[in-house]
């Protein structure tokens, strides 16, 4: 699609420019921020696997690592660049998957001010490069953005109860600022948009260290140390394995529904159900241990999904008792330790 940039360059003097791969064969464009990330690593996966796609990721391996993507470098449709979203970006893409963000509160507490020049100017930069190509935007915003929701399930429809000076608010204020930005754009400059609202996700890739609940608990079991629930343990989320979550994304980038859109599972586990799930799997005597829990932590999160379902013929399909397996296979090789 040669439209849509803004100087076509010159066909090369050969004999036979039309032999060239840029002109003999239309490809999909497609550019993943954060794609060496857990999530984004995954999708690249799903992307590649159709020949008809170019996949170029842009990150800064702030969370992301480039072992995630080890099996595409070198590969001709594929491109990784070192890039930080909050500095503007010159390519030429027909689709933005637009993931890069740190996820967990470990690691965007570490540095909030990044995290929120990472949601506004990073999603600022890319709706500016989407305006210039043509290109539609996908953003992964979050549940977060409905905060300590006071309704329950939460549906698309609800503004949410968030704090806007705590410690979280550089990743969910930020996020809904990229929403607010997302819309701006769409209104006022007629750009393509998708927001998916992405509830907790889980899977093989996903940083051992990042103090995620899910994470957290597979790697204490491996280790032998006590799984630690964070007080009550009655709070609860609801977990979606990755395969089906990028399934999701796919399906919304494709159809035609600006959104936003939850995609996430219903299944809804409290933390300590998850650490007896997690003790029944790996080992039956590990310990469960009450610890200090952080600030303006969610009560309770649960996605409405009619919409995905609705719109986007989307549900979940991979329960947590299936998952969890694959996610401890995954940590038992990384972490070294065998299934006995
Ligand atoms: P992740 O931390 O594994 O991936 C994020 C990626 O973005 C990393 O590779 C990181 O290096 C990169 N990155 C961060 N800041 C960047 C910057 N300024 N410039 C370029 N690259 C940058 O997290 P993930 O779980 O894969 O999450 C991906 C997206 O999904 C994020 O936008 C996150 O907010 C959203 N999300 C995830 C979850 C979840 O449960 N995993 C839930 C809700 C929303
Ligand atoms: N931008 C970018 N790549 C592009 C086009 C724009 O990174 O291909 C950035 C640009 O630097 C700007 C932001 O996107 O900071 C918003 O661009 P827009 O054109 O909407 O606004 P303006 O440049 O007029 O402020
Ligand atoms: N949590 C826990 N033990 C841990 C890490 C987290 O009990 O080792 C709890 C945490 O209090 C929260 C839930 O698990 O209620 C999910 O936390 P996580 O950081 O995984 O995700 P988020 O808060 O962003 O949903």
Redesign the pocket.
């Known amino acids: 699609d040669m439209t849509s940039t803004h100087s076509a360059p010159k066909p090369p003097p050969s004999p036979s420019p039309l032999r060239s791969s840029r002109f003999s064969q239309p490809k999909l464009r497609i550019l993943v921020?954060?794609?060496?990330?857990?999530?984004?690593?995954h999708l690249v996966d799903r992307l590649m696997e159709n020949d008809k796609n170019e996949v170029i990721v842009?990150?800064?391996?702030?969370?992301?690592?480039k072992d995630?993507l080890r099996k595409w470098i070198g590969h001709p449709n594929f491109e990784l660049i070192r890039?930080?979203?909050?500095e503007p970006l010159l390519v030429e893409v027909d689709q933005i998957y637009?993931?890069?963000?740190?996820?967990?509160p470990i690691?965007y507490k570490y540095n909030p001010v990044?995290t929120i020049?990472?949601n506004v100017i990073?999603t600022l930069n890319m709706l500016g490069l989407a305006k210039r190509v043509g290109a539609r935007i996908l953003l992964?915003?979050?549940?977060?953005v409905y905060g300590d929701p006071l309704e329950h399930p939460q549906k698309e429809e609800y503004w949410g109860n968030v704090n806007p000076i705590g410690v979280r608010s550089c990743?969910d204020e930020g996020?809904r600022v990229a929403e607010t930005l997302m819309f701006d754009y769409h209104r006022q400059h007629g750009i393509e948009i998708r927001i998916a609202?992405?509830?907790?996700?889980?899977g093989p890739r996903?940083?051992i260290d990042?103090g995620?609940v899910v994470s957290n608990f597979i790697a204490q079991a491996l280790r032998n140390e006590p799984l630690t629930v964070q007080s009550p343990g009655t709070q609860t989320r609801s977990f979606?394995y990755v395969s089906d979550m990028v399934d999701g994304l796919i399906r919304l980038m494709e159809g035609d529904h600006t959104g936003p859109i939850n995609i996430g599972n219903p299944g809804e586990f409290t933390m300590m159900e998850l650490a007896e799930t997690v003790k029944e799997l790996i080992d039956s005597s590990i310990l469960v241990k009450i610890v200090d829990n952080t600030p303006d932590d969610p009560r309770q999160r649960k996605p409405d999904i009619t919409k995905a379902n609705n719109l986007l013929g989307w549900e979940p399909k991979v329960k947590l008792r299936e998952g969890l397996p694959l996610m401890e296979e995954d940590f038992r090789q990384r972490l070294g330790v065998p299934k006995k």
């Open positions: 921020t954060g794609g060496a990330g857990f999530i984004g690593s842009v990150d800064n391996f702030f969370t992301g690592s995630n890039h930080d979203v909050t637009h993931l890069a963000c740190p996820a967990s690691f990044k020049k990472t990073g992964t915003s979050t549940s977060e990743y996020k609202r992405i509830f907790n996700t889980y996903m940083n990042d995620r979606c």
